[in-house]
């Protein structure tokens, strides 16, 4: 609920910003864990909201940080995490890598493989075409966010990232 109301502070703050930019999202500002986000020098800063926040983040960080999607932890300061920048939101009708589908099938392999979901790596609310958590760099694709994780069974996690697979190849292909 907090991260709804957030959300909207935000759209309202900057209602005309939003209005003619929300199909062009390059990265959020915030996030539910997250009280502010700064992009500057290549690099990400992620402020969290309190320490049992970072400290889960850093947490769930450590059991991802062996996978080539996972952007590497550069700092760790006070309330702050530095990471590598690894690009743009992933936007279906911008920046799409071509070989996308061997990409996420590879990220759900990996990751079904050691029982790892991470639960919003989804559409976006506001716009379907903008994958949340998802980047785009050199036409690699990251996850940038790892907040949210559960441990599951290898054929459900695979069966929820192909869900995710088969949303996006309808809306690159205009069925939905």
């Known amino acids: 609920m907090n991260l709804i109301i957030k959300t909207l502070f935000y759209i309202l703050k900057n209602l005309y910003f939003f209005l003619n930019n929300y199909n062009n999202i390059k990265h959020f500002p915030f996030g539910k864990d997250v009280e502010n986000i700064k992009i500057e020098n290549n690099i ?77 790596v989804k559409p976006w609310i506001i716009n379907k075409y903008i994958i949340n958590n998802l980047t785009v760099i050199n036409g690699k694709i990251f996850i940038v966010d790892f907040g949210k994780i559960n441990f599951d069974k290898k054929e459900n996690i695979i069966k929820h990232y192909n869900r995710l697979i ?3 190849i309808k809306m690159k292909n205009k069925i939905y």
Do not use: V, W
């Open 166 to 168: 088969i949303d996006i």
């Open 44 to 120: 990400i800063i992620k402020k969290y909201i309190n320490k049992k926040k970072l400290d889960k983040n850093l947490n769930n960080y450590n059991l991802l940080k062996k996978f080539y999607f996972i952007p590497k932890l550069l700092n760790k300061k006070e309330l702050n995490l530095t990471f590598e920048y690894k690009g743009e939101l992933l936007n279906i009708s911008k920046n799409l890598p071509t070989d996308y589908i061997y990409q996420l099938m590879d990220i759900s392999y990996e990751l079904a493989n050691n029982n790892i979901l991470i639960d919003d």
